[in-house]
């Protein structure tokens, strides 16, 4: 039986006020007018942000409902309270109204027994390590069982040969947690067939270092959360079994192995590439169809969000495809000045997110 796997960063998906980040409080500064009285700020403030914020919302929920995942796995959400309003009040509506339409000439029994397939009505959030308490959390069909990592240290991967003195300088002694936030491992059945799914997303590229490369001044952590995310499967299947199960690590690695088909130096990816490991289903896309989110400052298009198949998977499905939701991108990405978005969607904001969601349809071997 298939199941669509799907992978998305939602870019701040907070239960609270401040969805945006683009306000300046010390100024009390709202979209173009200056305030001067701290109360009527606030009100402003939180009236324009909640405003702002359900249009982003609802661009959100339009590209997930455009999915149509078996299994979503989520980065960057507050908390599970959070993916729980979310889903009611934004993304359940739309499903709704596509049930009813799909369904028109059913019965309720018929309804109510293809409804399953139509609904997300198992989610999990566990909180980990992000200091603005950003998480990573899953959305499904089927139930599901969810394990976090966050608690894993550098001693998990303490016998693993990396310049241990420069990840020391970083703040990565052996008793610090090694994921900046996590990776939780997704259990889930479809059809008897078992799948295990490794949601992460890793170290964010930022400068570390006066005039530094923000993408080479954190490889190091990415590498060690790589190496960390390939020792969890090796644990989870042994280092043979992994070859004949059915995995997939999805999420925002926040790097990427090449830029529009040519060979990017320095990706920390490689403990999950390297010797076959794992195998991208996006090679498969013609290169400049690849990407998942625009620098605009650099003109680039890369892949930073990735669903990555084990061996025996990528062997069970050599056609299946990525498929990538666009229509949520703002119009200052050039490359999709053709494309068809959703409603409201604006220059740079608001938009669904600052990454493409990936999702693909697997055939899982018993």
Same mark, same amino acid.
């Given at each position: 039986?298939?199941?669509?796997?799907?992978?998305?960063?939602?870019?701040?998906?907070?239960?609270?006020?401040?969805? /945006?980040?683009?306000? /300046?409080?010390?100024?009390?500064?709202?979209?173009?007018?200056?305030? &001067?009285?701290? !109360?009527?700020?606030?009100?402003?403030?939180?009236?324009?942000? #909640?405003?702002?914020?359900?249009?982003?919302?609802?661009?959100?929920?339009?590209?997930?409902?455009?999915?149509?995942?078996?299994?979503?796995?989520?980065? &960057?959400?507050?908390?599970?309270?959070?993916l729980r309003l979310f889903y009611d009040y934004y993304l359940y509506p739309i499903l709704r109204q596509r049930f009813?339409?799909?369904?028109?000439?059913?019965?309720?029994? +018929?309804?109510?027994?293809? #409804?399953?397939?139509?609904?997300?009505?198992?989610?999990?959030?566990?909180?980990?390590?992000?200091?603005?308490?950003?998480?990573?959390?899953?959305?499904?069909?089927?139930?599901?069982?969810?394990?976090?990592?966050?608690?894993?240290?550098?001693?998990?991967?303490?016998?693993?040969?990396?310049?241990?003195?420069?990840?020391?300088?970083?703040?990565?002694?052996?008793?610090?947690?090694?994921?900046?936030?996590?990776?939780?491992?997704?259990?889930?059945?479809?059809?008897?067939?078992?799948?295990?799914?490794?949601?992460?997303?890793?170290?964010?590229?930022?400068?570390?270092?006066?005039?530094?490369?923000?993408?080479?001044?954190?490889?190091?952590?990415?590498?060690? &959360?790589?190496?960390?995310?390939?020792?969890?499967?090796?644990?989870?299947?042994?280092?043979?079994?992994?070859?004949?199960?059915?995995?997939?690590?999805?999420?925002?690695?926040?790097?990427?192995?090449?830029? &529009? !088909?040519?060979?990017?130096?320095?990706?920390?990816?490689?403990?999950?590439?390297?010797? !076959?490991?794992?195998?991208?289903?996006?090679?498969?896309?013609?290169?400049?169809?690849?990407?998942?989110?625009?620098?605009?400052?650099?003109?680039?298009?890369?892949?930073?969000?990735?669903?990555?198949?084990?061996?025996?998977?990528?062997?069970?499905?050599?056609?299946?495809?990525?498929?990538?939701?666009? +229509?949520?991108?703002?119009?200052?990405?050039?490359?999709?000045?053709?494309? #068809?978005?959703?409603?409201?969607?604006?220059?740079?904001?608001?938009?669904?997110?600052?990454?493409?969601?990936?999702?693909?349809?697997?055939?899982?071997?018993?």
């Amino acid at each position: 039986m298939p199941i669509k796997v799907a992978t998305f960063n939602v870019e701040n998906l907070y239960s609270r006020f401040d969805f /945006t980040g683009r306000m /300046t409080r010390s100024k009390r500064v709202v979209g173009a007018y200056s305030i &001067e009285d701290r !109360g009527e700020y606030e009100a402003v403030r939180r009236s324009f942000e #909640a405003v702002a914020s359900d249009d982003v919302r609802q661009m959100t929920a339009l590209a997930i409902a455009d999915m149509d995942a078996d299994v979503l796995c989520l980065q &960057e959400v507050d908390s599970e309270e959070a993916l729980r309003l979310f889903y009611d009040y934004y993304l359940y509506p739309i499903l709704r109204q596509r049930f009813g339409k799909a369904t028109k000439g059913l019965d309720r029994e +018929q309804r109510d027994r293809v #409804a399953p397939a139509w609904f997300y009505d198992h989610m999990r959030v566990l909180s980990g390590n992000d200091t603005r308490g950003i998480d990573v959390g899953v959305m499904s069909r089927a139930p599901v069982d969810v394990i976090s990592n966050a608690s894993l240290t550098y001693d998990f991967i303490a016998d693993v040969a990396l310049d241990w003195t420069r990840l020391e300088a970083l703040g990565a002694s052996r008793d610090r947690k090694i994921f900046r936030r996590d990776c939780s491992i997704v259990e889930v059945e479809t059809g008897g067939a078992p799948l295990t799914i490794f949601n992460c997303h890793f170290k964010s590229m930022q400068i570390l270092t006066p005039g530094g490369d923000p993408r080479l001044d954190t490889r190091l952590l990415r590498l060690a &959360e790589a190496h960390a995310v390939r020792r969890l499967v090796e644990r989870r299947f042994g280092v043979e079994g992994a070859k004949r199960a059915n995995w997939v690590i999805c999420g925002d690695l926040n790097d990427y192995v090449a830029i &529009e !088909g040519e060979p990017a130096a320095g990706s920390a990816l490689g403990p999950l590439l390297d010797d !076959g490991f794992a195998f991208d289903p996006m090679t498969r896309l013609p290169p400049q169809e690849r990407w998942t989110y625009f620098f605009p400052l650099e003109d680039i298009y890369v892949q930073l969000d990735h669903l990555l198949l084990s061996p025996r998977l990528a062997e069970a499905n050599p056609t299946a495809l990525p498929r990538l939701i666009r +229509q949520g991108q703002p119009y200052r990405v050039p490359r999709l000045e053709s494309v #068809a978005r959703y409603p409201r969607v604006g220059w740079a904001r608001p938009k669904a997110s600052d990454h493409c969601p990936i999702v693909i349809e697997l055939n899982l071997p018993g």
